[in-house]
Protein backbone atom coordinates (compact mmCIF):
# COMPACT_ATOMS: atom_id res chain seq x y z
CA UNK A 1 0.00 0.00 0.00
CA UNK A 2 2.67 2.48 0.92
CA UNK A 3 5.96 0.91 -1.61
CA UNK A 4 4.88 3.87 -4.27
CA UNK A 5 4.90 6.49 -1.61
CA UNK A 6 8.73 5.51 -0.43
CA UNK A 7 9.41 4.40 -3.96
CA UNK A 8 11.47 7.88 -4.70
CA UNK A 9 13.72 7.41 -1.47
CA UNK A 10 14.64 3.66 -2.24
CA UNK A 11 15.62 4.56 -5.37
CA UNK A 12 17.85 7.63 -3.82
CA UNK A 13 19.26 4.60 -1.54
CA UNK A 14 19.84 2.59 -4.49
CA UNK A 15 21.85 5.28 -6.36
CA UNK A 16 23.96 6.24 -3.54
CA UNK A 17 25.03 2.49 -2.90
CA UNK A 18 23.49 2.75 0.79
CA UNK A 19 23.27 -1.01 1.41
CA UNK A 20 23.14 -1.28 5.16
CA UNK A 21 20.11 0.97 5.11
CA UNK A 22 18.58 -0.91 2.67
CA UNK A 23 18.97 -4.02 4.11
CA UNK A 24 17.55 -2.41 7.19
CA UNK A 25 14.68 -1.11 5.40
CA UNK A 26 13.44 -4.25 4.21
CA UNK A 27 14.09 -6.28 7.14
CA UNK A 28 10.32 -5.66 8.41
CA UNK A 29 8.32 -5.25 4.86
CA UNK A 30 6.08 -7.79 3.88
CA UNK A 31 6.55 -9.85 1.46
CA UNK A 32 3.28 -8.35 -0.60
CA UNK A 33 4.48 -4.78 -0.02
CA UNK A 34 7.83 -5.67 -0.96
CA UNK A 35 6.76 -6.90 -4.57
CA UNK A 36 5.05 -4.07 -5.18
CA UNK A 37 7.96 -1.75 -5.09
CA UNK A 38 10.30 -4.26 -6.69
CA UNK A 39 7.84 -4.25 -9.00
CA UNK A 40 8.02 -0.53 -10.70
CA UNK A 41 12.10 -0.44 -10.41
CA UNK A 42 13.84 -1.34 -13.60
CA UNK A 43 15.30 -4.39 -13.91
CA UNK A 44 18.72 -3.65 -12.65
CA UNK A 45 17.40 -1.67 -9.24
CA UNK A 46 15.67 -5.00 -8.84
CA UNK A 47 18.37 -7.83 -8.76
CA UNK A 48 20.14 -4.64 -6.27
CA UNK A 49 17.41 -5.06 -4.60
CA UNK A 50 17.09 -9.01 -3.99
CA UNK A 51 20.67 -8.86 -3.11
CA UNK A 52 19.76 -7.12 -0.41
CA UNK A 53 17.09 -9.24 1.28
CA UNK A 54 17.65 -12.14 4.05
CA UNK A 55 17.18 -15.45 2.37
CA UNK A 56 13.42 -16.93 3.95
CA UNK A 57 12.44 -12.76 2.85
CA UNK A 58 13.53 -13.06 -0.89
CA UNK A 59 11.95 -16.51 -1.60
CA UNK A 60 8.82 -15.71 -0.74
CA UNK A 61 8.46 -12.01 -2.10
CA UNK A 62 9.39 -13.40 -5.49
CA UNK A 63 6.49 -15.45 -5.10
CA UNK A 64 4.18 -12.36 -5.26
CA UNK A 65 5.94 -10.99 -8.67
CA UNK A 66 3.89 -11.92 -11.73
CA UNK A 67 5.34 -14.19 -14.00
CA UNK A 68 6.61 -11.91 -16.60
CA UNK A 69 8.74 -9.71 -13.73
CA UNK A 70 10.22 -13.16 -12.62
CA UNK A 71 11.40 -14.53 -15.45
CA UNK A 72 12.93 -10.87 -16.24
CA UNK A 73 14.49 -11.00 -13.04
CA UNK A 74 15.92 -14.50 -13.48
CA UNK A 75 17.28 -13.75 -16.70
CA UNK A 76 18.88 -10.49 -15.57
CA UNK A 77 20.53 -12.32 -12.04
CA UNK A 78 23.84 -14.52 -11.39
CA UNK A 79 23.74 -17.61 -11.55
CA UNK A 80 24.29 -18.15 -7.87
CA UNK A 81 21.09 -15.56 -7.02
CA UNK A 82 19.09 -17.74 -9.55
CA UNK A 83 19.95 -21.39 -7.80
CA UNK A 84 19.13 -19.52 -4.18
CA UNK A 85 15.84 -18.12 -4.91
CA UNK A 86 14.52 -21.31 -7.85
CA UNK A 87 15.28 -24.03 -4.78
CA UNK A 88 13.62 -21.63 -1.87
CA UNK A 89 10.62 -21.25 -4.24
CA UNK A 90 7.26 -23.45 -3.09
CA UNK A 91 6.73 -26.07 -5.09
CA UNK A 92 3.58 -24.94 -6.56
CA UNK A 93 4.57 -21.52 -7.01
CA UNK A 94 7.37 -22.94 -8.98
CA UNK A 95 5.32 -25.20 -10.76
CA UNK A 96 3.12 -21.82 -12.46
CA UNK A 97 6.19 -19.78 -12.87
CA UNK A 98 7.64 -22.77 -14.93
CA UNK A 99 4.76 -23.28 -16.73
CA UNK A 100 4.93 -19.70 -18.44
CA UNK A 101 8.58 -19.91 -19.62
CA UNK A 102 9.73 -21.70 -22.94
CA UNK A 103 10.93 -25.34 -22.75
CA UNK A 104 14.52 -24.28 -22.97
CA UNK A 105 14.25 -21.90 -20.51
CA UNK A 106 12.83 -24.44 -18.62
CA UNK A 107 15.33 -27.19 -18.79
CA UNK A 108 18.43 -24.60 -17.90
CA UNK A 109 16.04 -24.01 -14.54
CA UNK A 110 15.68 -28.01 -13.53
CA UNK A 111 18.82 -28.14 -13.86
CA UNK A 112 19.76 -25.59 -11.02
CA UNK A 113 17.81 -27.24 -8.75
CA UNK A 114 19.01 -29.67 -6.01
CA UNK A 115 17.79 -33.55 -6.50
CA UNK A 116 15.11 -33.03 -4.06
CA UNK A 117 13.29 -30.11 -5.34
CA UNK A 118 14.05 -31.52 -8.78
CA UNK A 119 12.11 -34.80 -8.38
CA UNK A 120 9.12 -32.67 -7.17
CA UNK A 121 9.63 -30.29 -9.67
CA UNK A 122 9.30 -32.71 -12.53
CA UNK A 123 6.45 -35.03 -10.66
CA UNK A 124 4.16 -31.69 -10.24
CA UNK A 125 5.36 -30.75 -13.82
CA UNK A 126 4.12 -34.46 -15.12
CA UNK A 127 0.41 -33.46 -14.81
CA UNK A 128 -1.79 -32.51 -17.34
CA UNK A 129 -2.13 -28.93 -17.73
CA UNK A 130 -4.68 -26.98 -15.85
CA UNK A 131 -5.33 -30.00 -13.33
CA UNK A 132 -5.08 -29.82 -9.41
CA UNK A 133 -1.51 -31.58 -9.83
CA UNK A 134 -0.30 -28.39 -11.35
CA UNK A 135 -1.75 -26.27 -8.09
CA UNK A 136 -0.50 -28.20 -5.63
CA UNK A 137 2.41 -28.38 -2.99
CA UNK A 138 3.65 -31.69 -1.05
CA UNK A 139 4.34 -29.33 1.91
CA UNK A 140 2.18 -30.76 4.62
CA UNK A 141 2.01 -32.53 7.58
CA UNK A 142 0.42 -35.85 8.58
CA UNK A 143 -0.17 -37.83 11.32
CA UNK A 144 -1.22 -41.24 12.36
CA UNK A 145 -4.38 -42.22 13.99
CA UNK A 146 -3.05 -43.80 17.21
CA UNK A 147 -0.59 -40.71 17.91
CA UNK A 148 -1.54 -38.50 20.73
CA UNK A 149 -1.81 -34.92 20.81
CA UNK A 150 1.35 -33.97 22.39
CA UNK A 151 2.96 -36.37 19.73
CA UNK A 152 1.57 -34.40 17.19
CA UNK A 153 2.39 -30.98 18.35
CA UNK A 154 5.65 -32.30 19.51
CA UNK A 155 5.92 -33.49 15.52
CA UNK A 156 4.44 -29.94 14.25
CA UNK A 157 7.14 -28.59 16.21
CA UNK A 158 10.02 -30.77 14.41
CA UNK A 159 8.75 -30.46 10.72
CA UNK A 160 6.36 -27.47 10.63
CA UNK A 161 8.50 -24.94 9.52
CA UNK A 162 8.54 -25.53 5.90
CA UNK A 163 5.14 -26.43 5.34
CA UNK A 164 3.11 -24.53 3.45
CA UNK A 165 0.29 -24.39 6.22
CA UNK A 166 -0.62 -25.56 9.72
CA UNK A 167 -3.88 -24.65 9.96
CA UNK A 168 -4.74 -28.03 9.42
CA UNK A 169 -3.19 -31.77 9.82
CA UNK A 170 -3.96 -34.78 7.97
CA UNK A 171 -4.81 -37.95 9.46
CA UNK A 172 -3.11 -40.90 7.19
CA UNK A 173 -3.25 -44.66 7.67
CA UNK A 174 0.04 -47.08 7.01
CA UNK A 175 -0.12 -47.11 3.83
CA UNK A 176 -0.56 -43.09 3.47
CA UNK A 177 -4.21 -43.15 2.48
CA UNK A 178 -6.24 -40.10 3.88
CA UNK A 179 -8.70 -40.33 6.45
CA UNK A 180 -9.59 -37.08 7.41
CA UNK A 181 -8.57 -33.40 8.23
CA UNK A 182 -8.41 -31.39 11.71
CA UNK A 183 -8.06 -28.05 12.35
CA UNK A 184 -5.18 -27.34 14.62
CA UNK A 185 -6.98 -25.66 16.64
CA UNK A 186 -8.62 -29.29 17.75
CA UNK A 187 -5.27 -30.21 19.16
CA UNK A 188 -4.59 -26.90 20.87
CA UNK A 189 -7.77 -27.59 23.08
CA UNK A 190 -7.73 -30.97 23.76
CA UNK A 191 -5.66 -33.08 26.49
CA UNK A 192 -2.26 -34.09 25.74
CA UNK A 193 -2.85 -37.94 26.31
CA UNK A 194 -6.48 -37.69 24.04
CA UNK A 195 -5.86 -39.71 20.63
CA UNK A 196 -6.47 -38.59 17.46
CA UNK A 197 -8.79 -41.13 16.98
CA UNK A 198 -10.92 -39.52 19.11
CA UNK A 199 -10.41 -36.25 17.64
CA UNK A 200 -11.68 -36.86 14.36
CA UNK A 201 -14.89 -37.23 13.12
CA UNK A 202 -13.94 -38.51 8.79
CA UNK A 203 -15.85 -35.56 8.01
CA UNK A 204 -13.77 -34.36 4.95
CA UNK A 205 -13.36 -33.09 1.39
CA UNK A 206 -10.57 -33.94 -0.77
CA UNK A 207 -9.63 -32.94 -4.43
CA UNK A 208 -8.48 -35.40 -6.64
CA UNK A 209 -5.06 -35.16 -8.78
CA UNK A 210 -6.63 -34.71 -12.06
CA UNK A 211 -9.44 -32.94 -11.33
CA UNK A 212 -9.90 -29.65 -13.48
CA UNK A 213 -9.05 -26.16 -11.89
CA UNK A 214 -12.40 -24.98 -12.77
CA UNK A 215 -13.48 -28.00 -9.94
CA UNK A 216 -11.28 -26.92 -7.39
CA UNK A 217 -12.35 -23.14 -7.65
CA UNK A 218 -15.85 -24.99 -7.30
CA UNK A 219 -15.26 -27.18 -4.08
CA UNK A 220 -13.53 -24.17 -2.00
CA UNK A 221 -16.23 -21.96 -3.03
CA UNK A 222 -19.02 -24.06 -1.71
CA UNK A 223 -16.98 -25.51 1.41
CA UNK A 224 -15.65 -22.56 1.92
CA UNK A 225 -12.12 -24.14 2.80
CA UNK A 226 -8.44 -21.98 2.35
CA UNK A 227 -6.77 -25.72 2.47
CA UNK A 228 -7.75 -28.95 0.64
CA UNK A 229 -5.92 -32.10 0.83
CA UNK A 230 -5.29 -33.66 -2.87
CA UNK A 231 -5.79 -37.79 -3.58
CA UNK A 232 -4.43 -39.43 -5.69
CA UNK A 233 -6.26 -43.08 -7.78
CA UNK A 234 -5.72 -45.01 -4.66
CA UNK A 235 -6.53 -42.58 -2.07
CA UNK A 236 -3.27 -41.64 -0.68
CA UNK A 237 -2.62 -38.22 -0.09
CA UNK A 238 -0.18 -36.49 -2.42
CA UNK A 239 -0.18 -32.73 -2.03
CA UNK A 240 -2.29 -29.95 -0.59
CA UNK A 241 -4.03 -27.09 -2.47
CA UNK A 242 -4.36 -23.57 -0.47
CA UNK A 243 -6.71 -20.67 -1.43
CA UNK A 244 -3.91 -18.22 -2.92
CA UNK A 245 -3.01 -20.40 -5.85
CA UNK A 246 -6.86 -21.18 -6.34
CA UNK A 247 -7.38 -17.52 -6.04
CA UNK A 248 -4.53 -16.78 -8.54
CA UNK A 249 -6.31 -19.12 -11.23
CA UNK A 250 -9.97 -17.88 -10.35
CA UNK A 251 -8.82 -14.06 -11.42
CA UNK A 252 -6.63 -15.49 -14.53
CA UNK A 253 -9.81 -17.71 -15.39
CA UNK A 254 -12.01 -14.60 -15.08
CA UNK A 255 -9.38 -12.07 -17.35
CA UNK A 256 -9.50 -14.78 -20.20
CA UNK A 257 -13.35 -14.72 -20.32
CA UNK A 258 -13.72 -10.78 -20.13
CA UNK A 259 -11.25 -10.57 -22.96
CA UNK A 260 -13.10 -13.31 -24.50
CA UNK A 261 -16.72 -11.26 -24.01
CA UNK A 262 -15.12 -8.52 -25.34
CA UNK A 263 -14.80 -10.15 -29.23
CA UNK A 264 -10.76 -11.33 -29.34
CA UNK A 265 -8.50 -13.92 -28.38
CA UNK A 266 -7.30 -14.29 -24.42
CA UNK A 267 -3.81 -12.48 -24.14
CA UNK A 268 -1.16 -14.98 -22.95
CA UNK A 269 0.60 -11.61 -20.54
CA UNK A 270 -0.54 -8.69 -19.01
CA UNK A 271 -1.50 -5.79 -21.80
CA UNK A 272 1.34 -3.70 -21.09
CA UNK A 273 4.34 -6.79 -21.29
CA UNK A 274 2.62 -8.79 -24.27
CA UNK A 275 4.25 -7.48 -27.69
CA UNK A 276 2.24 -5.28 -29.84
CA UNK A 277 2.37 -8.08 -32.69
CA UNK A 278 1.36 -10.34 -30.44
CA UNK A 279 -1.78 -8.34 -29.15
CA UNK A 280 -2.86 -7.50 -32.59
CA UNK A 281 -2.89 -11.09 -33.82
CA UNK A 282 -5.03 -11.96 -30.77
CA UNK A 283 -7.56 -9.48 -31.91
CA UNK A 284 -7.38 -9.24 -35.76
CA UNK A 285 -8.97 -13.05 -36.18
CA UNK A 286 -12.17 -11.89 -34.63
CA UNK A 287 -12.31 -8.69 -35.71
CA UNK A 288 -11.97 -9.82 -39.17
CA UNK A 289 -15.15 -12.11 -38.17
CA UNK A 290 -17.03 -9.58 -36.82
CA UNK A 291 -15.81 -7.66 -39.77
CA UNK A 292 -17.73 -10.01 -42.17
CA UNK A 293 -20.36 -10.85 -40.17
CA UNK A 294 -21.21 -6.80 -40.44
CA UNK A 295 -21.36 -7.16 -44.04
CA UNK A 296 -24.55 -9.25 -43.97
CA UNK A 297 -25.65 -6.06 -42.42
CA UNK A 298 -24.86 -4.37 -45.57
CA UNK A 299 -26.28 -7.10 -47.57
CA UNK A 300 -29.65 -6.61 -45.42
CA UNK A 301 -30.09 -2.86 -46.70
CA UNK A 302 -29.46 -3.07 -50.24
CA UNK A 303 -32.39 -6.07 -50.00
CA UNK A 304 -34.50 -3.29 -48.76
CA UNK A 305 -32.98 -0.99 -50.93
CA UNK A 306 -36.51 -0.08 -52.30
CA UNK A 307 -38.54 0.64 -49.14
CA UNK A 308 -35.35 3.53 -48.06
CA UNK A 309 -35.84 4.84 -51.40
CA UNK A 310 -39.84 5.26 -50.67
CA UNK A 311 -39.81 5.88 -46.90
CA UNK A 312 -36.50 7.33 -46.29
CA UNK A 313 -37.81 8.37 -42.72
CA UNK A 314 -37.20 4.64 -42.08
CA UNK A 315 -33.27 5.26 -42.58
CA UNK A 316 -33.54 7.91 -39.95
CA UNK A 317 -34.00 4.82 -37.16
CA UNK A 318 -32.35 1.97 -38.59
CA UNK A 319 -28.88 2.67 -35.80
CA UNK A 320 -31.97 2.88 -33.02
CA UNK A 321 -33.18 -0.17 -34.05
CA UNK A 322 -29.90 -2.41 -34.39
CA UNK A 323 -28.25 -0.96 -31.63
CA UNK A 324 -31.10 -1.62 -28.94
CA UNK A 325 -31.24 -5.36 -30.08
CA UNK A 326 -27.44 -5.57 -30.17
CA UNK A 327 -27.81 -4.10 -26.67
CA UNK A 328 -30.58 -6.50 -25.54
CA UNK A 329 -28.32 -9.17 -26.78
CA UNK A 330 -25.33 -8.36 -24.93
CA UNK A 331 -26.77 -7.94 -21.64
CA UNK A 332 -28.26 -11.50 -21.98
CA UNK A 333 -25.31 -13.27 -23.02
CA UNK A 334 -23.00 -11.63 -20.01
CA UNK A 335 -25.73 -12.78 -17.81
CA UNK A 336 -25.73 -16.32 -18.61
CA UNK A 337 -22.23 -16.66 -19.31
CA UNK A 338 -21.58 -15.21 -15.71
CA UNK A 339 -24.19 -17.58 -13.90
CA UNK A 340 -22.60 -20.45 -15.76
CA UNK A 341 -19.27 -19.77 -13.98
CA UNK A 342 -20.62 -19.52 -11.24
CA UNK A 343 -22.52 -22.54 -11.39
CA UNK A 344 -26.09 -20.44 -10.99
CA UNK A 345 -27.59 -21.97 -13.94
CA UNK A 346 -27.03 -25.63 -15.49
CA UNK A 347 -27.20 -27.11 -19.33
CA UNK A 348 -30.58 -28.54 -17.93
CA UNK A 349 -31.92 -24.90 -17.34
CA UNK A 350 -32.73 -23.89 -20.64
CA UNK A 351 -35.74 -23.91 -20.92
CA UNK A 352 -36.35 -22.01 -17.90
CA UNK A 353 -33.98 -19.35 -18.76
CA UNK A 354 -35.91 -18.95 -22.10
CA UNK A 355 -39.05 -18.18 -20.77
CA UNK A 356 -37.56 -15.61 -18.62
CA UNK A 357 -35.52 -14.05 -21.24
CA UNK A 358 -38.96 -14.10 -23.73
CA UNK A 359 -40.96 -11.86 -21.15
CA UNK A 360 -38.03 -9.66 -20.43
CA UNK A 361 -37.52 -9.17 -23.77
CA UNK A 362 -40.95 -8.14 -23.81
CA UNK A 363 -40.76 -5.96 -21.28
CA UNK A 364 -37.57 -4.19 -22.09
CA UNK A 365 -38.42 -3.66 -25.74
CA UNK A 366 -42.45 -2.30 -24.55
CA UNK A 367 -39.89 0.49 -22.38
CA UNK A 368 -38.34 1.29 -25.54
CA UNK A 369 -41.27 1.29 -27.61
CA UNK A 370 -43.21 3.72 -25.18
CA UNK A 371 -39.72 5.84 -25.07
CA UNK A 372 -39.67 6.02 -28.90
CA UNK A 373 -42.89 6.66 -29.64
CA UNK A 374 -43.18 9.58 -27.04
CA UNK A 375 -40.16 11.03 -28.89
CA UNK A 376 -41.77 10.98 -32.49
CA UNK A 377 -45.27 12.03 -31.07
CA UNK A 378 -43.54 15.25 -29.12
CA UNK A 379 -40.53 16.31 -31.34
CA UNK A 380 -41.26 19.89 -32.56
CA UNK A 381 -41.93 19.58 -36.24
CA UNK A 382 -42.65 16.10 -36.34
CA UNK A 383 -44.49 16.33 -39.28
CA UNK A 384 -42.42 18.07 -41.30
CA UNK A 385 -39.92 15.81 -40.14
CA UNK A 386 -41.41 12.08 -40.27
CA UNK A 387 -43.83 13.16 -42.79
CA UNK A 388 -47.82 13.28 -42.54
CA UNK A 389 -47.90 9.83 -41.77
CA UNK A 390 -45.61 10.58 -38.40
CA UNK A 391 -48.27 8.03 -36.44
CA UNK A 392 -47.79 5.14 -38.33
CA UNK A 393 -43.94 6.26 -38.34
CA UNK A 394 -43.85 6.03 -34.57
CA UNK A 395 -45.95 2.40 -34.64
CA UNK A 396 -43.92 1.08 -36.60
CA UNK A 397 -40.52 1.87 -34.48
CA UNK A 398 -42.19 1.16 -31.52
CA UNK A 399 -43.59 -2.34 -32.61
CA UNK A 400 -39.95 -3.16 -34.21
CA UNK A 401 -38.57 -2.19 -31.20
CA UNK A 402 -40.46 -4.72 -29.14
CA UNK A 403 -39.77 -7.33 -32.03
CA UNK A 404 -36.21 -6.91 -31.83
CA UNK A 405 -35.10 -6.38 -28.17
CA UNK A 406 -37.34 -9.65 -27.68
CA UNK A 407 -35.12 -11.68 -30.55
CA UNK A 408 -31.27 -10.01 -29.01
CA UNK A 409 -32.27 -11.54 -25.75
CA UNK A 410 -33.37 -14.82 -26.30
CA UNK A 411 -31.06 -15.13 -28.98
CA UNK A 412 -28.49 -13.55 -26.19
CA UNK A 413 -29.42 -16.01 -23.63
CA UNK A 414 -29.55 -19.26 -25.85
CA UNK A 415 -26.48 -19.08 -27.95
CA UNK A 416 -24.02 -20.06 -24.95
CA UNK A 417 -26.31 -22.65 -24.26
CA UNK A 418 -25.91 -24.54 -27.81
CA UNK A 419 -21.63 -23.50 -27.21
CA UNK A 420 -21.90 -25.64 -24.06
CA UNK A 421 -23.84 -28.13 -25.55
CA UNK A 422 -21.58 -29.04 -28.31
CA UNK A 423 -18.48 -28.41 -26.26
CA UNK A 424 -17.05 -24.81 -26.43
CA UNK A 425 -16.36 -22.13 -23.96
CA UNK A 426 -19.23 -19.92 -23.90
CA UNK A 427 -17.16 -16.90 -22.91
CA UNK A 428 -16.28 -16.76 -27.09
CA UNK A 429 -19.96 -16.05 -27.21
CA UNK A 430 -19.18 -12.74 -27.12
CA UNK A 431 -21.40 -9.41 -27.16
CA UNK A 432 -20.06 -8.37 -29.92
CA UNK A 433 -20.68 -11.41 -31.64
CA UNK A 434 -24.08 -11.54 -30.48
CA UNK A 435 -24.21 -8.14 -31.48
CA UNK A 436 -23.45 -8.38 -34.69
CA UNK A 437 -26.07 -11.41 -35.72
CA UNK A 438 -29.21 -9.03 -33.95
CA UNK A 439 -27.68 -6.26 -36.18
CA UNK A 440 -28.57 -8.76 -39.27
CA UNK A 441 -32.02 -9.83 -37.97
CA UNK A 442 -32.87 -6.60 -36.86
CA UNK A 443 -32.99 -5.18 -40.04
CA UNK A 444 -35.21 -8.08 -41.74
CA UNK A 445 -37.83 -7.40 -38.61
CA UNK A 446 -37.90 -3.89 -38.54
CA UNK A 447 -38.46 -3.50 -42.77
CA UNK A 448 -40.93 -6.47 -42.37
CA UNK A 449 -42.77 -4.30 -39.75
CA UNK A 450 -43.01 -1.48 -41.64
CA UNK A 451 -43.80 -3.46 -44.91
CA UNK A 452 -47.15 -4.55 -42.76
CA UNK A 453 -48.10 -0.86 -41.44
CA UNK A 454 -46.92 1.23 -43.68
CA UNK A 455 -47.66 -1.00 -47.24
CA UNK A 456 -50.47 1.21 -48.08
CA UNK A 457 -48.96 4.50 -47.68
CA UNK A 458 -45.33 5.38 -47.37
CA UNK A 459 -44.26 2.04 -49.04
CA UNK A 460 -47.37 1.50 -51.18
CA UNK A 461 -45.57 0.43 -54.70
CA UNK A 462 -45.67 3.11 -57.33
CA UNK A 463 -48.72 2.60 -60.10
CA UNK A 464 -47.38 1.19 -63.28
CA UNK A 465 -49.66 3.40 -65.22
CA UNK A 466 -48.03 6.43 -63.35
CA UNK A 467 -44.28 7.82 -64.83
CA UNK A 468 -42.71 9.66 -62.33
CA UNK A 469 -40.06 12.51 -63.28
CA UNK A 470 -37.73 13.09 -59.95
CA UNK A 471 -34.80 14.27 -62.39
CA UNK A 472 -34.17 17.89 -60.93
CA UNK A 473 -33.93 19.23 -64.17
CA UNK A 474 -37.53 18.21 -64.97
CA UNK A 475 -38.76 19.76 -61.39
CA UNK A 476 -36.54 23.05 -62.25
CA UNK A 477 -38.51 23.04 -66.00
CA UNK A 478 -42.03 22.45 -64.47
CA UNK A 479 -41.50 25.50 -61.72
CA UNK A 480 -39.95 27.89 -64.75
CA UNK A 481 -43.32 27.14 -66.81
CA UNK A 482 -45.60 27.27 -63.85
CA UNK A 483 -44.10 30.66 -63.11
CA UNK A 484 -43.73 29.44 -59.13
CA UNK A 485 -42.31 32.45 -57.13
CA UNK A 486 -39.53 31.76 -54.94
CA UNK A 487 -41.78 30.78 -51.92
CA UNK A 488 -42.76 27.29 -53.36
CA UNK A 489 -40.38 24.74 -55.40
CA UNK A 490 -41.50 21.49 -57.36
CA UNK A 491 -40.90 18.22 -55.65
CA UNK A 492 -42.80 15.14 -58.19
CA UNK A 493 -44.48 15.44 -61.63
CA UNK A 494 -46.13 12.28 -62.28
CA UNK A 495 -47.23 11.50 -66.45
CA UNK A 496 -50.42 9.91 -66.60
CA UNK A 497 -50.60 9.62 -70.36
CA UNK A 498 -53.73 6.88 -69.76
CA UNK A 499 -55.45 9.72 -67.98
CA UNK A 500 -53.86 12.59 -70.26
CA UNK A 501 -53.08 14.18 -66.91
CA UNK A 502 -49.99 15.55 -65.54
CA UNK A 503 -49.76 15.85 -61.67
CA UNK A 504 -47.05 18.25 -60.00
CA UNK A 505 -46.43 18.08 -56.53
CA UNK A 506 -45.11 20.88 -55.13
CA UNK A 507 -43.52 21.73 -51.25
CA UNK A 508 -42.63 25.51 -49.49
CA UNK A 509 -39.08 25.87 -49.89
CA UNK A 510 -36.62 26.59 -47.04
CA UNK A 511 -37.44 30.43 -47.06
CA UNK A 512 -41.55 30.27 -46.27
CA UNK A 513 -40.99 27.81 -43.76
CA UNK A 514 -38.10 29.91 -41.88
CA UNK A 515 -41.11 32.83 -41.73
CA UNK A 516 -42.09 33.74 -38.57
CA UNK A 517 -46.45 33.87 -37.76
CA UNK A 518 -47.17 37.56 -37.91
CA UNK A 519 -49.66 37.20 -34.91
CA UNK A 520 -47.33 35.40 -32.44
CA UNK A 521 -44.03 35.01 -34.08
CA UNK A 522 -43.84 31.40 -33.63
CA UNK A 523 -42.80 28.60 -36.16
CA UNK A 524 -44.67 27.32 -39.31
CA UNK A 525 -45.41 23.66 -40.26
CA UNK A 526 -47.24 21.84 -42.83
CA UNK A 527 -51.21 20.68 -41.93
CA UNK A 528 -53.16 19.50 -45.11
CA UNK A 529 -52.71 20.27 -48.55
CA UNK A 530 -54.76 21.81 -51.28
CA UNK A 531 -55.26 20.67 -54.66
CA UNK A 532 -55.51 23.11 -57.69
CA UNK A 533 -55.87 21.85 -60.63
CA UNK A 534 -54.98 23.94 -63.82
CA UNK A 535 -55.86 23.34 -67.80
CA UNK A 536 -54.36 26.52 -68.97
CA UNK A 537 -51.30 24.61 -69.86
CA UNK A 538 -51.45 23.04 -73.39
CA UNK A 539 -49.53 21.24 -75.81
CA UNK A 540 -46.83 19.83 -73.49
CA UNK A 541 -46.32 16.65 -74.97
CA UNK A 542 -48.56 17.34 -78.54
CA UNK A 543 -52.14 16.92 -76.81
CA UNK A 544 -53.83 18.84 -74.28
CA UNK A 545 -53.25 17.83 -70.56
CA UNK A 546 -54.14 18.66 -67.23
CA UNK A 547 -52.16 19.51 -63.73
CA UNK A 548 -53.16 18.73 -60.66
CA UNK A 549 -50.81 20.70 -58.42
CA UNK A 550 -51.30 20.12 -54.47
CA UNK A 551 -49.90 22.99 -52.32
CA UNK A 552 -49.71 22.40 -48.79
CA UNK A 553 -51.38 24.07 -46.13
CA UNK A 554 -49.13 26.58 -43.38
CA UNK A 555 -50.54 26.50 -40.02
CA UNK A 556 -48.62 28.20 -37.14
CA UNK A 557 -47.49 25.48 -34.46
CA UNK A 558 -47.56 27.94 -31.69
CA UNK A 559 -51.31 30.02 -31.72
CA UNK A 560 -52.61 27.49 -34.44
CA UNK A 561 -53.49 30.47 -36.89
CA UNK A 562 -53.73 29.48 -40.39
CA UNK A 563 -50.90 31.27 -42.61
CA UNK A 564 -52.02 32.89 -46.31
CA UNK A 565 -48.97 32.51 -48.19
CA UNK A 566 -48.31 34.28 -50.97
CA UNK A 567 -49.91 32.65 -54.26
CA UNK A 568 -48.20 29.88 -56.02
CA UNK A 569 -47.87 31.41 -59.02
CA UNK A 570 -46.64 34.74 -60.29
CA UNK A 571 -48.68 35.60 -63.08
Known amino acids: MFAPLLEPEIRNMIKERDFAGLKQCFSDWPPADLAELIADLPVEEQVVVFRMLPHELAGATFEYLSHHTQHALLHAMGRE ?13 RTSLLEELPGSAVKQLLQLLSPEQLAVAQSLLAYPEKSVGRLMTPDFISVHDDWTVKEVLDHVREHGHDRETLNVIYVTDQEGKLIDDVRIREFLLQPLDRKVA ?58 EDIQKMGGMEALDAPYLSISLFSMIKKRAGWLSLLFLGEMLTATAMGYFQDEIERAVVLALFVPLIISSGGNSGSQATSLIIRSFAVRDVLITDWWRVFRREMMAGLALGSVLAVIATIRILIWPHHAQLYGPHFALVAATVAFSLIGVVLFGSLSGSMLPFVLRKVGFDPAVCSAPFVATLVDVTGLVIYFTIASSILGTTLLARPNPNVIRFGQERTTRGTARLMHLNDDWEVKDVDLIPKDNRINIAIDPTEHLLSTKCPNCGGHLSEHGAATITHTSYLDWFDYKTQIDAKIPQLQCDSCGKPFAAAAPVKR
Do not use: H, Q
Open 81 to 93: DVVKLINDMSPDD
Open 198 to 255: DIRDSNFIALKVRDSEADAINLFKRYDRTVLPVVDSDARLIGIVTVDDILDVAEKETT
